[in-house]
């Protein structure tokens, strides 16, 4: 299954090295392949030097896609890291 879902970044420092430690070492507990997309960049999820080339900045918006027999479950798991962990 592949679900696809598009958040915002609600932290000021934006999608920085901290978070996205947390949203790779998530990202690596589920089978599925995950994929982060800002405009027309995709990269890897589960790589955190991929995650950071993207330099996602507070009010941009990214796209995570998981696809994969767990990606429903990796798509709630990494959603609280984006929407509740660091909103602020």
Do not use: C, W, Y
């Not at 934006?14 to 027309?40: C, D, M, W, Y």
């Not at 589960?46 to 767990?70: P, Y």
Request: proline share 1%; net charge positive.
């Amino acid at each position: 299954m592949k679900i696809t879902e598009e958040f915002t970044i609600g932290n000021e420092l934006g999608f920085h090295a901290r978070p996205a430690a947390l949203f790779v070492k998530t990202a690596n507990s589920f089978q599925s392949e995950i994929l982060v997309k800002k405009g027309k960049e995709e990269v890897d999820g589960k790589s955190i030097i991929n995650l950071l080339t993207l330099a996602a900045a507070k009010g941009e918006k990214i796209t995570v896609t998981a696809e994969g027999k767990d990606s429903a479950k990796a798509i709630k798991n990494l959603k609280k890291i984006l929407v509740d962990t660091f909103k602020k």
